[in-house]
């Protein structure tokens, strides 16, 4: 069964700084999507940023990247300039076919 | 903005009772799947619904039913209700196109339950 782990259940940073969180998954699949998804207190999830398996060149969406390590499936969210609107739960997602597996979870905490 | 529309946004009932929430998909999209998030943890896949059919479920009682309209919208139904059972309550639409999921998910803000 395919899993997703992220360790750090909270990070806080520096409004203009630079952040990393990191997620680990476990599949035995071999095409797959991962995603970072963005929850603010208005509880609607955000996707953030979607990387396909099959591609190795790592995704870019403006201020946030990731960095894809598919043999040792890891799968960390860069977000740069970091901004008081970034504050939220950020979750690393897989998708397995019809659905999707969440982590449990990054409270992100930006400090002015 | 997404599209996707839940309603209600908060509910409260006793355990013991039936509740049904109800979401509206994206336009253009034909495949809808709902989560349960508990309080502190990520979404949980309950099930899906694709053509007005389940198309997979989670590890999730009976009690927990569904149904998708020919407009795509959908309902979520529990019966029974458990203390267990609050929590937000998301649902997402996406299309589904041969034997090959649409990558994209999009979540609606979702409906608070509270069972006391």
């Known amino acids: 069964a395919q899993t997703v782990t992220q360790s750090q259940p909270e990070m806080s940073v520096q409004e203009a700084e630079t952040v990393t969180l990191s997620c680990t998954y476990d599949t035995s699949e071999s095409d797959y999507y991962l995603f970072w998804y963005k929850q603010p207190p208005s509880r609607q999830m955000i996707l953030v940023i979607r990387q396909e398996a099959y591609k190795q060149q790592n995704a870019t969406e403006n201020r946030f990247s990731v960095n894809f390590q598919k043999a040792a499936k890891s799968f960390s969210l860069k977000i740069s300039d970091s901004q008081l609107g970034d504050a939220a739960m950020y979750f690393c997602a897989y998708r397995s076919s019809n659905k999707i597996i969440f982590g449990k979870g990054t409270r992100l905490h930006i400090l002015p | 903005e997404t599209g996707v529309t839940q309603s209600p946004t908060h509910l409260i009932k006793t355990r013991g009772q039936q509740v049904t929430l109800r979401c509206s998909s994206q336009?253009?999209?034909?495949?809808v799947s709902w989560y349960q998030q508990a309080l502190g943890q990520g979404p949980q896949f309950i099930f899906q619904y694709y053509r007005e059919e389940e198309n997979g479920r989670g590890n999730f009682p009976p009690r927990f039913s569904g149904l998708q309209f020919p407009n795509y919208s959908s309902e979520l139904n529990v019966n029974a209700l458990e203390l267990d059972d609050s929590a937000l309550y998301l649902c997402?639409?996406?299309?589904?196109?041969?034997?090959?999921?649409?990558?994209?998910?999009?979540f609606g803000q979702g409906t608070r339950l509270t069972v006391v």
């Open positions: 997402a639409s996406s299309t589904y196109r041969g034997n090959r999921m649409n990558t994209e998910a999009f």
């Open positions: 336009s253009g999209h034909n495949t």
